[in-house]
């Protein structure tokens, strides 16, 4: 099977613009998370969607946003960028039955975002 | 509320040695506890799980995990480091009823010739 894949890999941005990031889960998974890793803040949770819903939700203000398609494809949006929000972005895909909370999350490569 | 705590952020071993690299958790409930890698400019990689059973956990690539209920704790081990086992090891506990995962901090293995 394919793994997680992320577009784009990299994004370099200005701040006050938008981001749309996107991400392909393993075929048959329907949970999708997103995370973002800094320096400072380590691996932090940002949002889970299941079946198109968003199913949890981290600590995050309300610049961050995503959404999921009926095929478990997911986007994550960031509006009004600012430059903390410099990071790798990962999403991570899981069957999602259940609850999940016994899963494996499988982590794709990551997007890059540098923001000036 | 759940958590995991990674004390060393490097550790250094000698090829051909055991490798240790730690990790406490505290939870409300079940824990279930997770392992992962990540080598530079790369998202994160599963090595191994504890959910339940055994507490000898084996996983990828030769590593395995030691569940101690009493200690709190799931060390990640490996018999015999290899150079290319340098890399960045999280380890991570589902927060409860959540698919979710909260991550400690990261421990730098740097395994040296």
């Known amino acids: 099977k394919a793994g997680v894949t992320q577009t784009p890999r990299y994004l370099i941005k200005t701040r006050g613009q938008q981001v749309t990031l996107s991400c392909s889960p393993i075929s048959g998974h329907r949970s999708v998370s997103w995370y973002q890793q800094t320096p400072g803040q380590g691996l932090q949770f940002l949002f889970e969607?299941?079946?198109?819903?968003?199913?949890n939700k981290g600590n995050f203000p309300g610049r961050f946003s995503g959404r999921q398609f009926s095929n478990s494809r997911s986007e994550m949006n960031v509006s009004t960028l600012e430059l903390g929000d410099s990071a790798l972005y990962l999403c991570?895909?899981?069957?999602?039955?259940?609850?999940?909370?016994?899963?494996?999350?499988?982590f794709g490569p990551g997007t890059r975002l540098t923001v000036l | 509320a759940q958590s995991v705590a990674q004390p060393e952020d490097q550790v250094n071993v000698a090829e051909g040695n055991p490798l240790t690299v730690k990790c406490t958790y505290s939870?409300?409930?079940?824990?279930?506890l997770f392992w992962y890698v990540q080598y530079p400019n790369r998202g994160l990689q599963f090595l191994l799980k504890y959910i339940t059973g055994d507490n000898l956990v084996k996983g990828s690539y030769g590593f395995e995990a030691e569940f101690n209920k009493s200690q709190t704790s799931f060390h990640l081990k490996k018999p015999s480091a290899l150079v290319s086992d340098s890399a960045l090891y999280f380890c991570?506990?589902?927060?409860?009823?959540?698919?979710?995962?909260?991550f400690g901090a990261g421990t730098r293995l740097a395994v040296h010739p």
């Open positions: 991570a895909s899981s069957p999602g039955l259940a609850g999940g909370t016994t899963d494996t999350q499988y």
């Open positions: 991570a506990v589902r927060d409860s009823g959540y698919n979710k995962l909260i």
């Open positions: 939870v409300s409930g079940n824990p279930y």
């Open positions: 969607y299941f079946s198109e819903t968003q199913r």
